[in-house]
């Protein structure tokens, strides 16, 4: 049975540089996060700030995962497809509770019980991800290889949209060209006040970009065939 790699050193994940021991970090960051916005502690502000620091870095993962490491997966991975299609759907369900929850608002009373319901997926995708998905790369890659691909997945990580967009495929390329106008819209948003809604005009400028975006890869398409 292959090994989870919660319980593997980080030599044995390819060094600090790897993509394994890169999404382990990541994974641990987001636990902390959600431990402290559960313990109720701090003021009403600073558990926005965390709440929004879990968004943040729930998002740009998960993007840069299915842009960088799931195809790899899906290529290398005889039960691939089987195991990314059940952590994009998972990815799915967060993000469709997380919009929920920025629609709705902080002071709405079913803010932390979708809150609750969204880290419990998180958890659970965590548990999927170092238990049955990551350690078929190592399996598959050599130390300098995961090195390699970590650096990738950091690179699109850093530029990653950082709030959910449920209508946004969990695939390339189209992930990919919608990602570009969604990340600088995100981003923009991140320089507000935790909590604060983003403009409608922005909203509605965002709106725009995808849909150009979407014309553009439907031309690709067309003109591939």
Same mark, same amino acid.
């Given at each position: 049975?292959?090994?989870?790699?919660?319980? /593997?050193?980080?030599?044995? &994940?390819?060094? %600090?540089?790897?993509?394994?021991?890169?999404?382990?970090?990541? !994974?641990? +960051? $987001?636990?902390?996060?959600?431990?402290?916005?559960?313990?109720?502690?701090?003021?009403?502000?600073?558990?926005?700030?965390?709440?929004?620091?879990?968004?943040?870095?729930?998002?740009?993962?998960?993007?840069?995962?299915?842009?960088?490491?799931?195809?790899?997966?899906?290529?290398?991975?005889?039960?691939?497809?089987?195991?990314?299609?059940?952590?994009?759907?998972?990815? /799915?369900?967060?993000?469709? &509770?997380?919009? %929920?929850?920025?629609?709705?608002?902080?002071?709405?009373?079913? !803010?932390? +019980? $979708?809150?609750?319901?969204?880290?419990?997926?998180?958890?659970?995708?965590?548990?999927?991800?170092?238990?049955?998905?990551?350690?078929?790369?190592?399996?598959?890659?050599?130390?300098?290889?995961?090195?390699?691909?970590?650096?990738?997945?950091?690179?699109?990580?850093?530029?990653?949209?950082?709030?959910?967009?449920?209508?946004?495929?969990?695939?390339?390329?189209?992930?990919?060209?919608?990602?570009?106008?969604?990340?600088?819209?995100?981003?923009?948003?991140?320089?507000?006040?935790?909590?604060?809604?983003?403009?409608?005009?922005?909203?509605?400028?965002?709106?725009?970009?995808?849909?150009?975006?979407?014309?553009?890869?439907?031309?690709?398409?067309?003109?591939?065939?």
């Amino acid at each position: 049975m292959t090994q989870s790699i919660a319980e /593997q050193s980080v030599e044995e &994940l390819g060094g %600090e540089g790897s993509v394994l021991a890169r999404q382990r970090r990541d !994974h641990a +960051e $987001l636990e902390c996060l959600m431990g402290l916005y559960e313990s109720g502690r701090g003021t009403r502000e600073e558990r926005r700030r965390t709440l929004k620091d879990v968004v943040q870095l729930t998002f740009s993962h998960a993007f840069a995962e299915e842009t960088v490491l799931w195809p790899a997966l899906r290529r290398l991975a005889p039960d691939g497809e089987e195991l990314t299609a059940r952590v994009e759907s998972e990815h /799915q369900r967060i993000n469709d &509770l997380v919009t %929920e929850m920025e629609r709705i608002g902080a002071d709405d009373p079913r !803010h932390d +019980e $979708l809150a609750a319901e969204a880290f419990a997926l998180i958890r659970q995708d965590i548990r999927d991800e170092e238990d049955l998905l990551l350690p078929r790369l190592r399996d598959a890659l050599d130390a300098a290889r995961l090195r390699r691909l970590g650096s990738v997945w950091e690179s699109v990580r850093r530029t990653a949209p950082t709030h959910p967009h449920p209508v946004v495929p969990r695939r390339p390329p189209a992930n990919a060209v919608l990602g570009v106008p969604l990340s600088a819209f995100d981003r923009a948003r991140d320089l507000l006040p935790a909590g604060t809604r983003a403009p409608r005009g922005r909203t509605l400028a965002a709106a725009g970009f995808c849909l150009a975006a979407a014309w553009l890869i439907g031309r690709a398409v067309r003109r591939g065939r």
